[in-house]
């Protein structure tokens, strides 16, 4: 008969390479973890009633154009009355449609392969993206990032491509006349780089994308300085109201009364709210630096594949195209204080940028993010932040 111990040694043999293989590649078990924060983050989400999104809903086109009403135009054509549960749903679809645009992006650019997951993760599990775009559930940034998305899945071919692309920017405006600063000219670099630098540049190319620009550009004049309602406020609230299923909760009437400035409120008082919120949201500069500094692998590869570029001019273009989005963001955080949002969407650009890049002529194959110690802590930090916020960090 054999010693107690013999029994014991085969059990441990069996269990010490997949606790090995996890400590030396952790990536997949941040992967794993990112789910259940993301989870967790849904949950919380969903004990917060959306007030300003569900007041959003509320909006149509009932006293003609109006900024910011597409959405509740679109819900207006199937309901009159929009109950609250219906901001969840349309936003929950939204995050799902984007979660997955995203994942098939991924999947087709750079592969899902060992040398590639933590390059995955600190995406897929930056608090910037996708868990952030769960806090802010019922907010209309994710729409633009949803299209960026399409575009950049979409074949680019023929000039199609760029007026599919005005078309779903001018979309974009209708829903939130803000989307053409923060989403808008990502949009536009997406179609630089997957259309323009390949196919080059015609007569009758560059006349349809200026054409383009033209019309978006004169839609959003129209959105900012001629979309506010020209109803007295009373009349504007009380239809408000009507949308509102009987029997009408009293938190729902307080935030339709609340927020209906939103859609008379001139450009000039948004800004004064803002600079006068400056001195508290810049406290939290120092935040957002630490958090756009835990992503450093991932601006190194992004470094690195700028720099395995075939081209000189193709690098400098995309230099030049980042310097223009984050110029857009910084006009952004001049007009609007919700700075937890706009810094958020700021890295989500940057990661679509990064994909656009990817699909350039190279040199030479940019080196994925090391699975190295120092790299895995920074991982394990992105992983368990479960997301940015909307008006101040967390």
Request: hydrophobic fraction near 55%; aromatic fraction near 14%; proline fraction near 7%.
């Amino acid at each position: 008969m054999g010693c107690p111990c013999d029994g014991a040694a085969p059990k441990s043999s069996r269990s010490f390479p997949m606790n090995w293989t996890a400590w030396q590649n952790p990536w997949r078990l941040m992967l794993v973890v990112n789910v259940a924060v993301l989870i967790g983050v849904c949950l919380h989400k969903l004990t917060r009633p959306p007030y300003i999104p569900y007041v959003h809903l509320l909006v149509d086109y009932h006293f003609g154009f109006t900024k910011r009403a597409l959405i509740g135009a679109i819900v207006s054509l199937v309901t009159f009355k929009v109950p609250m549960w219906l901001v969840y749903a349309l936003a929950g679809a939204a995050w799902l449609v984007t979660a997955g645009l995203f994942v098939e992006l991924f999947r087709r650019s750079i592969g899902f392969r060992d040398e590639t997951m933590p390059l995955f993760v600190l995406m897929a599990g930056s608090p910037f993206f996708l868990k952030n775009f769960m806090f802010t559930l019922g907010h209309f940034d994710i729409y633009g990032c949803a299209v960026a998305l399409g575009l950049l899945l979409a074949p680019a071919r023929s000039i199609a491509f760029v007026m599919a692309a005005a078309l779903a920017s001018m979309v974009l405006i209708l829903v939130h006349h803000i989307q053409v600063l923060m989403y808008v000219p990502t949009i536009a670099v997406i179609v630089v780089l997957r259309y323009y630098l390949v196919l080059g540049l015609t007569r009758h190319n560059v006349v349809i994308g200026m054409a383009a620009m033209l019309a978006v550009g004169l839609l959003f004049v129209a959105a900012q300085f001629f979309g506010t309602v020209t109803v007295p406020p009373a009349e504007f609230v009380a239809y408000l109201d009507s949308r509102i299923p009987a029997p009408p909760r009293e938190d729902l009437l307080r935030y339709s009364h609340g927020f209906a400035y939103i859609w008379y409120q001139p450009l000039s008082k948004e800004l004064q709210d803002t600079w006068e919120r400056l001195p508290s949201n810049l406290l939290g500069v120092p935040v957002y630096a630490l958090l756009i500094w835990l992503h450093a692998p991932l601006w190194r590869y992004f470094r690195a594949l700028l720099r395995s570029l075939a081209d000189e001019r193709h690098r400098r273009l995309v230099l030049a195209a980042i310097a223009a989005v984050s110029l857009g963001y910084l006009v952004i955080f001049a007009t609007v204080f919700d700075y937890s949002r706009w810094i958020s969407n700021w890295a989500v650009c940057l990661f679509l940028i990064l994909h656009a890049v990817k699909g350039l002529p190279a040199a030479r194959i940019a080196a994925p993010v090391a699975n190295d110690p120092r790299n895995s802590v920074l991982g394990w930090i992105v992983t368990l932040i479960p997301r940015v916020g909307i008006v101040r960090p967390f």
